[in-house]
């Protein structure tokens, strides 16, 4: 909903509105040397003002504003985040990262990753149909390809809505073609996209990747840790993957971490069976 159709429909408002301004100024620039002159610009409308090392507070804040106003109007509830390696391919699809034989024979090993995914999707988006209406356990990723391709193609196979959360990379980074466009969002900061991801998170699936994955796995595990973000079930799949890639027990046995705090995350293999862990840490059926 526009600015103006907002102020009709919420009755009377006798100023003008800012879109209004901004078009009646565009046709006002340069006709003479002051409406020539930057600083006749309006602020808002004024690229070269917002992008200033000093607006930055303000570029926060519109990056925080700007996905949040759009999940409310969507009616989005709550939210599933799926995470993992852009560089795993889909089954049958060449390794495009690998850099040697070695790395192109393990990506294209870990390619059932891709289907795990999918599957674990549509799962979820499934149930997000039937017990909400789309609203609850939406699917959100990073919106790049490998996993977080098959997230969004999960949710699009079934005819759900999912989320892409982007960030501004010099490589590697486009958003995939199956996330939904009206909730296909671009960032310039990754501290507010963090936020995003977790804002409405009620599970994490943790699909085996690199140091994107493993920075949204520990930034997840730290709040719940601390207390600062309410426990919800963190889903690792690939048990071997993970128990090479990260050595948590040496932690516990260092005393740098809780015995306990190992019991935060789940190790699973397949999609039927991290669906089933998020089914009984809220206690609903699972379903297919």
């Known amino acids: 909903m526009s600015s103006d159709e907002h102020r009709n429909k919420h009755g009377w408002d006798p100023f003008p ?12 620039y340069g006709q003479t040397p002051q409406t020539r002159s930057p600083t006749y610009r309006l602020a808002f409308d004024d690229d070269d003002f917002l992008t200033r090392e000093e607006t ?25 985040v799926l995470f993992g390696g852009a560089r795993i391919p889909a089954p049958g699809q060449a390794a495009w990262a690998a850099k040697n ?10 390619a059932h990753f891709y289907d795990e995914a999918r599957r674990f999707a549509q799962i979820a988006s499934r149930h997000s149909a039937t017990s909400s209406g789309g609203k609850e356990f939406v699917i959100v990723t990073g919106g790049g390809p490998g996993v977080m391709e098959a997230g969004n193609r999960g949710a699009n196979d079934v005819g759900a809505p999912s989320i892409s959360l982007n960030i501004t990379l010099p490589h590697e980074q486009e958003p995939n073609r199956y996330a939904t466009p009206e909730l296909c969002f671009n960032f310039h900061y990754f501290a507010v996209r963090k936020m995003h991801f977790l804002l409405r998170a009620k599970a ?15 930034e997840a595990l730290t709040l ?26 040496v932690l ?9 705090d190992l019991d935060l995350i789940t190790f699973t293999e397949t999609a ?7 089914a009984r840490f809220y206690g609903f059926a699972p379903g297919k």
Request: aromatic letters at 8%.
């Open 17 to 28: 509105s800012s879109r209004r301004d901004r078009e009646e100024a565009a046709g006002q």
């Open 56 to 80: 930055r507070g303000v570029r926060l804040q519109l990056e925080l504003m700007k996905p949040e106003l759009a999940f409310q109007e969507a009616g989005i509830l709550s939210t599933v």
């Open 101 to 110: 034989e070695t790395q192109r024979k393990n990506l294209e090993a870990n």
């Open 204 to 218: 994490m699936a943790i699909f085996p990747g690199g140091f994107g994955t493993m920075d949204e796995l520990f």
């Open 224 to 249: 719940i840790q601390t207390r600062r973000m309410q426990r919800i079930p963190v889903i690792l799949f690939g048990a071997r993957f993970w128990k090479r890639v990260l050595n948590l027990n």
């Open 252 to 260: 516990a046995e260092e005393g740098t971490i809780a015995p306990e």
């Open 272 to 278: 039927e069976d991290g669906w089933e862990a998020i």
